[in-house]
């Protein structure tokens, strides 16, 4: 192990795919352009809720739903009791449901000419009550947004427990009420399609900026009722997903029909005004938190309502109660709640459907606990640290069950928790504050269950239950180390980490490994990059087909060194007896090419090994992470200012700690958007009102402090490396910690801020709702 | 219409309608793939070329703005020194993920470095304003450039 850190799990590897993007080569959707495609525009909904009366369509290529009936509806139904099904039809039919929902796919030979062909277009429609909020779908005589249903909510679930005992033991009750925003995910790149059909294979062959290219594929089939032979997916170099990319899209289905209908190539490529206005599909969520604490702050008991603002439909494959369905299994979060109760509703709205965007339900639920717990903090009189060092599972209790089954492998919760109020100096602040300054010290705790198997997503409902992961390895006859995996690397650095993986099991230099990803035809099947679970998952998978792949080598080599299998070992890519040994090039070449030197009872099965892998117990990896931020808030314009920012964070064993802090960097200014910027309003009708990006205001970098992050690693007992999950961990604490930290600074003003974004508006609002501004 | 410019060094003569923005000029007519579209209303910064010399957003200006224009993509710096080590000191620092906003950080890190040699972190962050990246957190990338600068710094003392 030591001969190998360099390369192997551990290393800090610089990325093999750098260079091609350094050099402008990176190969995206929109760069694929074949001879004859044909472009698409859509005309899309203006309105958020109306009864479709009819398209009058200029002279060109125009498709309506009833012009490509070949096309099924999308159907994507929650296995948990008491979903109301409903279908999403790839394009309208009788109803438009949310502003963007495609209607008429507008064909042209330039994106141009098509979008002149929508511009044509003359819709006929009877407008509807408009359903734009999650809490006011649910008010009696509400508007039906699918008329099948008694009301608008895909879902309830419940968890009832009495509390209210505790109102008479407790020192502490504290009640809130909050609201995270709507979000738009915004990768750089938009989402993008290139559907081709071969005539010759009888296949469609269908590019698309995806982050699990077999599920589009196995959608794609469903919905078009083809063999799932008859499909290949490529997912070629993708701008980045979070999310955005991890689903069947309308537009990829109706591309594909019109690619068979017309035998040309057919692309669409997503621009960012659509992208904004039909797709703002992630984190809107409000919640009721009730929680009773004893005056130390341990808690005796939470009771929360939480509704989440679903959409319009159920979206393939995650549905649209994933979240909501998430949020009562994971409210405890990091702590040994002893009394619990829920409700969650996925209420049906007229907006864009919604998709888990990184971190999941996490983000709104973190933000919520945390919140919480500082107002309870204040009401005792107690630190935020007290109170969290008051509630955190101990590391003695590991593993741990807490009270809704959730298992928890391994870590110290509270040392994160120490560590990271010991990196701030936190007696500064308070001294600020003695002087009159308006600054705050704010904390969040948080753990992300990542790499969750089989049976939590079937808990959960989703209809696209992840089982073994498999990998491929092979050697190619020059000895070069071939890795197939069939999920997709859209920033991650699989092409590095994975290579690392197989390093570290064969020695083969990473330079010589290639990773294949993304593409159907080539890789065996997955659900995809999603759920923090690609390390884990595919890690184990290369690891373990390394392994098999490792011993067919191993008694080659032997043979080629005429001694037997227990004489030889694998030292840094070869294979060794003694003094003597082969390179596993030779090992490969003998297989390909001079097979007469084989041993008779060589493994027929040759230099090539798909394996899979799952950890047992399939419960997840906890990486969990403690964020600590000082922030100042200018009470005169609202505006917060992050003046320092401090991680603590344990994912395990970390294969490659470089792209592990990029992984959490990333996703914490995506937690800085979602926490003071990131918004997309709605007026009363369901009209998304930001159509750019100097409307929906992303992070840029002087939004985003310098973050600094220390690393504990306690290593997961149930993974191969002992690697944890954490490719969302970053986004899921930010709001949490800022805002505890912004109403730490406005406490001594008797201000409180409760809805997310904390623009500077809501700032001088809550300034004013306490007579301060 | 019809449009001469140079393009990475190359004379070339294109037909584009006028709509066309210089972006769709070099990705659709002259198969430069590497300049990419974020957003097609001068935010994101991920279309930034270098035009006579300068860095410009392709997504902002029309074809036929560009007749006798020299413009340089990122396919277009080849060896050039101050490239070379941006391109190294991106990597060391994880400056990039997906690489989407890549090409266009590059154009606008070169002009930083070699027109602010004295620039600070603050000053770097406030120069990349106009450049969005979805990835990084931008830690990367800042450190990147700054790594840059401090070396050409002391090879020039
Ligand atoms: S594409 Fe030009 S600035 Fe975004
Ligand atoms: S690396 Fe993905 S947008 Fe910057």
Redesign the pocket.
């Known amino acids: 192990m030591t001969a190998t850190i360099s390369k192997g799990v551990g290393a800090s590897l610089r990325r093999k795919e750098d260079a091609r993007f350094l050099h402008g080569r990176g190969r995206y959707v929109g760069d694929i352009r074949p001879a004859g495609t044909l472009e698409v525009a859509f005309l899309r909904s203006p309105v958020a809720h109306a009864r479709l009366l009819g398209v009058q369509k200029p002279t060109g290529l125009v498709f309506t739903a009833a012009d490509l009936p070949e096309i099924r509806p999308i159907r994507a139904n929650s296995t948990l009791p008491g979903f109301r099904a409903s279908d999403q039809p790839a394009l309208a039919v009788g109803k438009l449901r949310h502003v963007g929902e495609p209607i008429a796919a507008c064909v042209a030979p330039t994106r141009a000419e098509a979008e002149d062909l929508a511009a044509a277009c003359v819709l006929d429609y009877q407008a509807l009550p408009v359903i734009a909020d999650m809490l006011a779908a649910r008010a009696p005589g509400a508007a039906l947004i699918h008329e099948h249903w008694p009301d608008n909510a895909f879902l309830e679930t419940r968890r009832d427990e009495d509390l209210t005992d505790l109102d008479a033991v407790a020192a502490a009750k504290v009640t809130r009420r909050l609201r995270t925003a709507r979000q738009h995910m915004a990768?750089?790149e938009g989402r993008g399609v290139l559907a081709e059909w071969d005539p010759r294979l009888e296949q469609l062959v269908v590019t698309t900026a995806a982050q699990m290219p077999h599920v589009t594929k196995t959608g794609l089939a469903e919905c078009l009722g083809l063999d799932e032979g008859q499909v290949r997916v490529v997912a070629p170099d993708v701008?980045?997903g979070f999310g955005y990319k991890g689903i069947l899209l309308a537009e990829e289905l109706v591309c594909a029909a019109l690619a068979i209908r017309l035998g040309r190539p057919v692309r669409w490529l997503e621009d960012r005004l659509e992208q904004l206005t039909a797709n703002a599909n992630c984190r809107e969520h409000f919640y009721e938190v009730t929680a009773w604490a004893d005056a130390h702050g341990k808690l005796l008991g939470v009771e929360v309502d939480a509704t989440v603002d679903a959409g319009a439909y159920s979206l393939y494959p995650f549905s649209a109660c994933l979240e909501a369905a998430q949020i009562g299994s994971i409210f405890p979060g990091p702590y040994t709640l002893p009394r619990f109760r829920f409700r969650t509703v996925s209420a049906c709205t007229n907006k864009p459907p919604i998709l888990p965007y990184r971190g999941v339900a996490r983000t709104g639920v973190c933000y919520a606990m945390e919140t919480t717990l500082d107002a309870l903090a204040r009401q005792l009189g107690i630190s935020a640290q007290a109170i969290r060092a008051a509630n955190l599972v101990p590391p003695e209790a590991m593993p741990y069950r807490n009270l809704v089954g959730k298992v928890f492998d391994s870590g110290d919760y509270p040392e994160a928790l120490r560590r990271a109020v010991a990196a701030v100096d936190v007696a500064a602040v308070r001294a600020r504050q003695a002087a009159g300054e308006a600054v705050g010290f704010g904390l969040s705790v948080f753990c992300e269950q990542g790499a969750h198997g089989t049976s939590v997503y079937h808990g959960w409902g989703i209809p696209f239950v992840p089982g073994f992961e498999q990998a491929q390895a092979r050697f190619t006859p020059d000895g070069v180390l071939e890795l197939r995996v069939g999920l997709h690397s859209h920033?991650q650095g699989l092409e590095t980490t994975l290579a690392q993986v197989a390093h570290e099991i064969l020695g083969v230099d990473p330079a010589r490994v290639r990773l294949v990803h993304g593409d159907t035809a080539l890789t065996p099947y997955s659900t995809g990059t999603w759920g923090s679970r690609a390390m884990v998952m595919a890690g184990g998978a290369v690891a373990e087909a390394c392994r098999q792949l490792g011993e067919r080598a191993l008694a080659i080599g032997a043979a080629l060194l005429q001694t037997d299998r227990a004489s030889v070992r694998l030292v840094a890519g070869q294979v060794v007896a003694g003094d003597a040994a082969v390179s596993l090039d030779q090992v490969a070449r003998t297989w390909f090419r001079s097979p007469q030197n084989l041993p008779a009872n060589v493994d027929r099965g040759g230099l090539e090994v798909t394996a899979g892998y799952r950890p047992d117990p399939d419960t997840g990896t906890h990486s969990y992470a403690a964020h600590a931020v000082v922030a100042k808030v200018c009470t005169e314009t609202g505006m917060v200012t992050l003046e320092q920012y401090v991680i603590v964070e344990d994912g395990g064993v970390l294969v490659n700690p470089m792209i592990v802090d990029g992984q959490v960097l990333g996703g914490v200014a995506q937690g800085i958007g979602t926490a003071l910027y990131e918004e997309m309003p709605f007026d009363s009708e369901a009209q998304p009102l930001a159509g750019t990006l100097a409307d929906y205001l992303l992070p840029g970098a002087t939004e985003v402090p310098d973050i600094r992050i220390e690393h504990m690693e306690t290593p997961s007992p149930w993974t191969r490396f002992g690697q944890k999950g954490l490719g969302e961990s970053g986004a899921i604490g930010p709001p949490g910690a800022i805002v505890n930290a912004i109403n730490d600074a406005l406490a001594p003003l008797g201000a409180e801020l409760l809805d997310l974004p904390a623009t500077p508006a809501r700032v001088l609002a809550a300034l004013a709702k306490a007579g301060r501004a | 219409m019809s449009i001469t410019l140079t393009v990475n060094g190359t004379p070339a003569t294109v037909a584009a309608e006028p709509r066309t923005h210089l972006a769709d000029l070099l990705r659709g007519e002259l198969l430069l793939t590497g300049t990419h579209l974020g957003c097609e209303h001068g935010v994101c910064g991920a279309c930034t070329v270098e035009v006579d010399g300068a860095p410009a957003r392709s997504c902002l200006i029309h074809a036929g703005a560009c007749d006798g224009a020299s413009v340089r993509t990122i396919e277009g710096f080849g060896e050039d020194a101050v490239m070379v080590a941006l391109r190294e000191s991106f990597s060391a620092e994880h400056a990039?993920?997906?690489?989407?906003?890549?090409p266009g950080?590059l154009v606008v890190a070169r002009d930083i470095v070699l027109r602010l040699p004295d620039a600070d972190e603050a000053r770097v962050r406030e120069e990349l304003a106009g450049n969005?990246?979805?990835?990084?957190g931008y830690r990367g990338i800042v450190r990147a450039i700054l790594g840059v600068l401090a070396s050409r710094r002391g090879a020039a003392s």
């Open positions: 990768p750089l701008g980045g920033g | 990039l993920q997906c690489g989407y906003c890549t950080m969005l990246c979805r990835c990084t």
